[in-house]
């Protein structure tokens, strides 16, 4: 069983930063995707960025040059996904969730709230 524990959301300006941080306590194993979605409210819930075990990732276009997903994975039993957010605009506003897969299950944190507003 995995754990998965998200910080760094909050109200922020237009044009400003944000680092969320998504703790994942249990074994993860050597394969798997970490994950960011949002879900704005109104909306279908999204695929933000995601990061494999091999470190190759991805972006959806609407968030390309300004976030950046990245991992520590110093050991198997504490992995920590991140999402750094620059140029943050008020259409960023949303509930980010943090999900893990691997081939026996996929796991959600409980989401964080960004507000991007003046």
């Known amino acids: 069983q995995l754990q998965l524990v998200e910080s760094g959301g909050g109200l922020v300006q237009p044009g400003g930063s944000l ?12 394969l798997y995707y970490m994950h960011w979605y949002r879900q704005a409210s109104g909306k279908q819930r999204e695929l933000v960025a995601s990061i494999a075990s091999d470190g190759s990732t ?12 990245s991992r520590d994975n110093a050991n198997n039993a504490k992995n920590t996904v991140y999402l750094q957010m620059n140029s943050l605009k008020p259409e960023d506003t949303a509930v980010y969730y943090c999900k893990v897969a691997n081939p026996q299950r996929i796991y959600w944190g409980q989401g964080t709230q960004v507000t991007v507003s003046s």
């Open 58 to 69: 991805d972006y959806a276009d609407s968030v390309k040059g300004r976030f950046t997903i």
């Open 19 to 30: 680092r969320l941080s998504c703790a994942v306590s249990g074994s993860i194993g050597r």
